[in-house]
């Protein structure tokens, strides 16, 4: 065994998950991301998700895919900054700018790479990047790459994040990243307000917004968090993700257009990395024009979110700070998470589990998600399961 190899088979945490019966990844899926899907042949009760409107296999989005794909192709064979764009990318993007209000957007090839190519290349040496504590794991990637200095806060904390501003040096930029909405715990950046009306104005730093939980979710027609605080202008940079609730893959920044003209000559995951699909990006459209024509899906997500809230606030489940469809159901036992994930998957309910080094071991949680295509029967099917799973494990009473 050659050195390297050697080093990496003292890696056995998931060899040794698979010997105990509760390895819970790369879970099979045979069926199209509905709110049930096919494992193993047995029909399972998805609340994993992040497909929020429930629009990855509508007819319109799958339709809009099919025609752009016979327009242009299955692929782009370059990046957008030489031979990878379409008429449709420029299109969508002039469409995406409005719809969250900046001069500006920017496609990038996923979410991750748009967070990893903006973080990095902002700011410079002598600048600060100031970051949540619970940023997603693409922020924290897009930071490191970045010469800049590097101020962690307390999650959520505005008396944390004030404590930092006031250690950077006043005549240098100044970047705040936070999650709209955090993706593992589905709470809220509730001091978005003071973020940006106050201490972003009192230390006059840039405030970047990640909303890839936030789009499709909260806001005007799903416009997102930024817009239903009403922080829009005050806020920079504006991420989204395609991911979730635009059914497709790929992700955007919108901003004003000197950090766009920016961004476009100089972030290298944009640069070097070849552009969407013609058919992502038809399909985004198509889900963009769901979303503004259909609001009451987005009316029916919070209908069943305020249920499965109240259901398991009402079941004795510790679920933290969330109010959006991210339920974390807190198991705080790495063992516990993995056994409680394996049983719900034989009592035919699909969750995420959560655990160590994602979150350290006494923050272990099940994250349970919901899409504006469950229904109030599959949410109590769902909350049944849970209960009597948790209750075999002692997690409730
Ligand atoms: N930001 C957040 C908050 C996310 O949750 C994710 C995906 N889980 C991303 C960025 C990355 O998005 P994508 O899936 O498009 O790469």
């Known amino acids: 065994m050659k050195l390297l190899q050697a080093k990496l088979a003292k890696y056995d945490a998931p060899q040794k998950a698979k010997a105990a019966g509760v390895y819970p990844y790369f879970r099979k899926i045979e069926s199209e991301q509905d709110t049930e899907v096919l494992i193993n042949g047995k029909k399972v009760l998805m609340f994993g998700s992040n497909s929020y409107l429930g629009l990855t296999n509508h007819p319109k989005v799958i339709e809009a895919a099919v025609a752009a794909t016979k327009k242009y192709g ?3 064979a370059g990046s957008r900054f030489l031979n ?7 299109a969508l993007e002039d469409r995406l700018a409005k719809f969250v209000g900046k001069d500006e957007a920017i496609i990038y090839s996923t979410g991750f790479q748009v967070n990893l190519g903006v973080a990095s290349c902002l700011t410079g040496r002598e600048d600060y990047i100031l970051w949540d504590e ?23 904390d505005m008396e944390s994040l004030e404590k930092k501003l006031q250690m950077c040096d ?4 100044k970047l705040i990243i936070t999650d709209g909405v955090f993706s593992m715990e589905g709470d809220v950046a509730t001091q978005r307000a003071n973020v940006t009306d106050e201490l972003a104005k009192k230390y006059n730093a840039a405030v970047y917004v990640d909303e890839a939980h936030g789009i499709g979710v909260f806001g005007n027609q799903g416009r997102g968090t930024c817009d239903h605080f009403g922080v829009t202008k005050d806020v920079d940079l504006i991420m989204g993700t395609f991911s979730k609730s635009f059914a497709a893959l790929g992700g955007f920044i919108a901003t004003d257009s000197v950090t766009a003209n920016y961004l476009r000559h100089n972030s290298r995951s944009y640069i070097f990395s070849a552009s969407i699909t013609p058919a992502s990006t038809a399909a985004v459209n198509a889900a963009l024009d769901i979303m503004e024509s259909e609001p009451e899906r987005i009316e029916h997500l ?3 979110t305020n249920y499965a809230l109240d259901g398991f606030r009402n079941i004795g489940c510790e679920i933290g700070h969330t109010s959006t469809p991210i339920i974390p159901l807190f198991i705080r036992d790495n063992d516990k998470t993995f056994a409680v994930t394996r049983d719900l998957l034989e009592d035919g309910i699909f969750v995420n589990p959560v655990v160590s080094p994602a979150v350290p071991s006494q923050d272990t949680l099940i994250r349970f998600s919901l899409m504006a295509t469950h229904t109030i029967e599959q949410v109590d099917r769902a909350l049944e399961c849970i209960q009597k ?9």
């Open 134 to 156: 619970l940023d997603h794991a693409s922020i924290i990637e897009g930071c490191r790459l970045s010469m800049s200095k590097k101020i962690k806060y307390k999650h959520n």
């Open 84 to 90: 990878g764009t379409l008429d449709i990318h420029i």
């Open 74 to 76: 299955t692929g782009c």
């Open 170 to 173: 006043p005549d240098k930029v």
């Open 302 to 304: 919070w209908k069943v």
């Open 389 to 397: 799973v948790f209750k075999k494990y002692d997690i409730i009473k």
